[in-house]
């Protein structure tokens, strides 16, 4: 990922973050050993960020697109209710069985269910209401990812799409990559819309949270 802030920001954020337990040290250090694209995982910076939100949320039940090794799934997870779970959609079968090996060994395999193929068919399959749904893959999708998720979201849920700004690429006018111009699509989409309300938080590489506007006296 292209660093898109001041020269050692990144560093200095993370240094001042507190630090993952033993069981996110372990599978980050196997998600780097194993995978081509380690930076693919949210980092402790983004993670704490979220489990502080998720913390006020207090959700019962959570969707996310993008596992990936399982990273943020354990993030989340170790924040919410007892009694709330996580679904989690995963193209690869690798990076599912790696993530399936970690959630079992942190004890969390009766909660986190990894669900594996395109994601977009998974989705359509499920039925709601969830209370936060996290974006985390297929960005060019992001627009269609959203059409699904939101009528299965619940009266006060809330979707947070990760990877928003892209490197900064989102605005670069002749970067036409799909996966650029689904951002972009997403982003332009999210905030047009008078049913819902939005922040572009520049945490990382960008994150949407989004929830629908409530009625007003």
């Not at 936060?132 to 619940?154: I, K």
């Not at 670069?172 to 989409?189: H, V």
């Amino acid at each position: 990922m292209k660093v898109i802030t001041i020269p050692g920001v990144e560093e200095y954020a993370a240094a001042h973050t507190t630090a993952d337990p033993d069981h996110l040290l372990d599978l980050a250090a196997e998600t780097r050993a194993r995978c081509e694209r380690p930076h693919m995982m949210i980092g402790p910076v983004e993670a704490r960020f979220l489990q502080f939100f998720l913390l006020t949320l207090q959700p019962k039940r959570v969707l996310e697109v993008g596992t990936f090794t399982g990273y943020s799934s354990l993030s989340m997870i170790e924040v919410l209710p007892p009694d709330a779970e996580i679904t989690t959609c995963e193209i690869s079968q690798e990076h599912a069985d790696i993530a399936r090996k970690h959630i079992a060994a942190a004890g969390y395999g009766d909660r986190i269910s990894v669900r594996v193929g395109p994601a977009l068919e998974t989705v359509s399959t499920l039925t709601g209401p969830y209370d936060f749904v996290l974006l985390d893959a297929d960005q060019r999708h992001f627009p269609e990812y959203l059409d699904l998720v939101l009528p299965l979201l619940s009266e006060d849920g809330v979707v947070v799409a990760d990877n928003v700004l892209w490197s900064g690429a989102v605005l670069d006018p002749e970067d036409n990559e799909p996966a650029t111009e689904g951002i972009r699509r997403f982003n332009d989409t999210v905030v047009a819309r008078p049913d819902l309300v939005c922040v572009l938080a520049s945490v990382r590489d960008g994150m949407m949270f989004i929830r629908r506007k409530k009625a007003t006296r």
